[in-house]
């Protein structure tokens, strides 16, 4: 069964660092999406992304936030100056359809120091 | 806003014993509503979902009914297996106005000793 992929599964940073966190979504697929879940808290909405532009986001994603679909299969999560509260799971997800469930990639777990 | 509430965790249950996880939301209009099921080291898969009031989704022996009296959208199965272990999370989806995000509950582990 085609999957969503994220790569690294873990990265680690040191603060004021950029970061580019990378997924290749199902080939098939539309709609894009991060989410992202602090250790202990829930998983939060970023931001979602359809015929290359940002459809929605969050009053999480300020402007040191950005997504990007290069190349027609990767869809990246790029962080311009980590802060430690930016430590977290981000997980990327993607769907065919507007009214269909999510598929989630497995994750990558970012460790700002 | 919109917002999803679970039951507390973490659980631990013996094996076959029954198994409820209970979900309640705060919707402004009719969301579908979701159940995802994190496994260790895995990222989240949908388990069963319910588009209006009144359905049951089900799969894999788990249960749960979209209930618009109470708002709530609890997890069951009757006979929990220890392949059953991982995070449960609550969520709900409102199309019409918040662009199909999904809003989370806190998530429950469960556990499950043979």
């Known amino acids: 069964e085609p999957e969503v992929t994220q790569t690294p599964s873990h990265q680690v940073t040191q603060m004021g660092q950029e970061v580019i966190l990378r997924c290749v979504p199902i080939?098939?697929?539309?709609?894009f999406y991060w989410y992202r879940q602090i250790l202990g808290q829930k998983v939060e909405f970023l931001v979602s992304f359809y015929n290359n532009e940002i459809s929605e986001k969050s009053e999480i994603f300020d402007d040191q936030f950005s997504v990007e679909r290069p190349d027609g299969s990767n869809f990246t999560l790029k962080i311009r100056s980590t802060k430690l509260e930016d430590s977290a799971m981000y997980f990327c997800a993607s769907k065919p359809l507007f009214v269909s469930p999510l598929h989630f990639g497995n994750g990558t777990r970012l460790t700002v120091t | 806003g919109n917002s999803v509430t679970q039951m507390e965790g973490p659980v631990t249950l013996s094996e076959e014993a029954f198994l409820t996880i209970n979900c309640t939301y705060t919707a402004t209009g009719y969301p579908s509503l979701f159940w995802y099921v994190q496994y260790p080291g895995e990222g989240l898969q949908l388990l069963l979902k319910a588009t209006k009031a009144d359905d049951k989704g089900s799969n894999k022996g788990f249960e749960a009914t979209y209930r618009k009296e109470t708002t709530s959208f609890h997890l069951e199965k009757g006979s929990v297996q220890v392949s059953d272990s991982a995070v449960y999370f609550c969520a709900l989806s409102e199309e019409e106005t918040s662009g199909s995000r999904l809003t989370f509950g806190e998530g429950t582990q469960l556990t499950v000793n043979p």
């Open positions: 080939s098939n697929h539309l709609y």
